[in-house]
């Protein structure tokens, strides 16, 4: 990405100038072909620690590392022209302390470019995201099921329900007040979710919450039928490319047996066709 280029990408002022308005789109990507593909439609994408799961076969995100987010950034910056570029920071680099997340957040984007980071939690991490935001690292937020604590939660369950609601109000507030230019509201009932967006002066990003959020992400690999170990209840398949694969291998593999592939038109013969070398 030439640094020209990078110039047209919106900054999180302009995401957060953005509340209210035209829905704010955005997926995930982990490679640059990928971020290729989703760049022209795209206000911002994240590279997720979802990266774990669906490209590396982990059971949960609780196993990524800095270095495959380092790594999976700099692949996703180099496919990106026009949108910004948020990167998650993985479980075990922000929640000891505001400083651990800043010497992090801060490796992340001075080795990726990212445009921002995203981190998880409410109220207990509105310190850490004031001391990063006061120390120039913008802060995308990210409450309701937060998959780094699926331990504690009793697994992707929704979040905020009946008594639960206030508690989330609370950390979406949390997150807005300590300078959080968006939060993402994950697996909340959709009423809440509306709540919530009505009630914080920043855009929410909503999965498994509602349309009436301020933009909306799915993981890609989720949406292009490419993840196909589950499929929650929020993911709209928007193709099946998982499947299409998977018939182009068993097709590639009978012509591989029965000897017609390579055809003539692959292979080189022992001239070179007249006027090439």
Known sequence: MSATAKKTAPMPDDIRARKGGVPLVSLTAYTTP??????????FVLVGDSVGMVLHGLPSTLGVTMEMMILHGQAVARGLNRAMMVVDMPFGSYEESPQQAFRNAARIMAQTGAGAVKLEGGVTMAETIGFLVKRGVPVMAHVGLTPQSINTLGGYKVQGRGAAAAALMADARAVADAGAFAVVL???????????????????IGIGASAGCDGQILVV????????AFKAKFVKRYATLGADAGSAVAAYAEDVRARRFPGPEHVFGDAAPEGKA
């Open 34 to 43: 990928m971020a290729q593909v989703m760049d022209p439609h795209c206000d």
């Open 221 to 228: 690999d989720d949406m292009l039928g490419l993840f196909t």
């Open 186 to 204: 994950e697996k909340v009932p959709a009423s809440l979710a509306d709540t919530v967006t009505a009630a914080v002066p920043i855009p929410t």
